[in-house]
């Protein structure tokens, strides 16, 4: 397996974390790691903010009438203040305006992935995955691009200049085809979490019979049926991972196991890729 096929985390993940170690630390770096990342809208939209406005610390017992008098909104135990979107709504809308700029005199078809790719060069900032996976040309699949504060904002710019059109079908094109195309090579997927982006980019390598490789790491569990709590061998029955792999799932916290993942494996050879790519 030259890459990881795929790799997905939910937001909570990247809000305060160092995450650039299997993405590569410069644009020319030829050492990256992963070729598709999938998320949630909140694993764009918080990456983005924080290079905005600091998210702040908090707790899981803060009473939620109290906050919201406070202008504080609560994620785990991260205080995200009101004015934090505030500042995404300010600096997103132009953006926004520049891509249904481009779309009427250019022709541009925006998809998703097409967007983050955008909005990640506008960041530019190194703190922001967004922007490196730019840098890096990775592409950054999101399904639920609407679900959250992104989508709010498309839904104010749709009033206030209606037009801007974002297909979803051609990032399922795209990604579909990421998997059916990786042959001859082997496919690998990192899964942290679940929810719909885990069930997006297991649905895909199904497009190939199912993924050589599979870790998953979350703290969901099987009994309620849910599709996070889902262990590796029922995708195998769907084909999503192959019969002849050996897929793991950890029962930990992520923000635990995969830092330690990392350090082991891809931090431990990165040096030595790059090195090979730059001779």
């Known amino acids: ?27 020319h770096e030829k050492c990256v790691q992963v070729d598709v990342l999938v998320t949630t809208a909140g694993g764009v939209e918080e990456d983005l903010i924080k290079c905005l406005a600091p998210t702040y610390t ?15 909104n609560r994620i785990g135990n991260l205080l995200v203040p009101n004015d934090n979107y505030c500042k995404f709504e300010d600096w997103i809308i132009p953006i926004f305006d520049q891509l249904l700029k481009e779309q009427k005199e250019q022709g541009v ?3 998703p992935s097409k967007v983050i790719a955008r909005l990640g060069k506008e960041i530019n900032n190194p703190r922001s995955y967004c922007y490196w996976a730019y840098k890096n040309c990775i592409p950054v699949f999101c399904p639920g691009l609407t679900d959250g504060s992104l989508g709010d904002m498309l839904y104010f710019h749709s009033f206030r200049s209606p037009g801007l059109v974002v ?12 998997a059916v195309h990786a042959s001859p090579q082997k496919t690998g997927m990192i899964i942290l ?15 190939r019979n199912g993924a050589d490789y599979a870790v998953y790491i979350n ?12 262990l590796p061998d ?13 897929p ?32």
């Open 1 to 27: 397996m030259q890459n990881i096929h795929g790799f997905y985390f939910e937001p909570h993940l990247f809000r305060s974390a160092r995450h650039y170690s299997v993405l590569g630390r410069a644009p």
């Open 58 to 72: 908090g707790d899981f017992s803060l009473p939620g009438a109290q906050l919201r008098s406070n202008g504080l």
């Open 109 to 111: 078809l925006w998809t």
């Open 167 to 178: 297909d979803i079908v051609q990032d399922i094109r795209a990604i579909n085809g990421e």
């Open 193 to 207: 979490g679940g929810g719909m982006p885990k069930h997006h980019i297991c649905n895909a390598n199904m497009m």
């Open 219 to 230: 703290t969901a569990q099987e009994f309620d049926g849910s599709d996070s709590g889902a």
């Open 234 to 246: 029922e995708a195998v029955s769907w084909g999503k991972i192959r019969g002849s792999a050996t």
């Open 248 to 279: 793991i799932k950890v029962h930990c916290d992520a923000t635990i196991a995969f830092p330690l993942l990392v350090s082991q494996t891809f931090a431990k050879k990165l040096n030595e890729k790059c090195q090979g790519n730059t001779r």
